[in-house]
């Protein structure tokens, strides 16, 4: 998995500070639980439900962005929302993939294949 988000120099986006890549994500246990727990809900093939269920989980979002790239709070505020939206789908994908593959693609039974 290859991640990327570009940094501008403040909220104006028009001019780039730097351009962040990750190769993998950095999830804090308690982040991953809450995401996992909270992932029942959304289908990030509709971009509307990924934009609320993003909006909802904000703090979680926020704290998988700056551990992942090493980002700061000042520096979030200078990342386009079409990028950080496009970036959290690809954290869920990924969270349902790896939930998927230890449970054999089951959730208390039930198939959990909505990526």
């Not at 959304?42 to 992942?68: C, E, R």
């Amino acid at each position: 998995m290859k991640l990327q988000l570009t940094v501008y120099t403040d909220d104006s986006l028009t001019d780039v500070n730097r351009v962040v890549e990750a190769d993998k994500l950095k999830i804090p246990y308690k982040v991953a639980m809450y995401v996992i727990q909270s992932l029942d809900n959304v289908n990030l093939n509709d971009t509307d439900d990924t934009i609320k269920f993003v909006a909802k989980n904000i703090d979680q979002v926020d704290k998988i962005i700056k551990s992942t790239f090493g980002l700061t709070d000042s520096e979030l505020e200078c990342i386009d929302t079409g990028d950080l939206v496009d970036t959290a789908k690809e954290i869920y994908r990924w969270t349902i993939g790896k939930v998927n593959s230890i449970s054999g693609g089951q959730k208390n039974g039930v198939a959990t294949t909505k990526i």
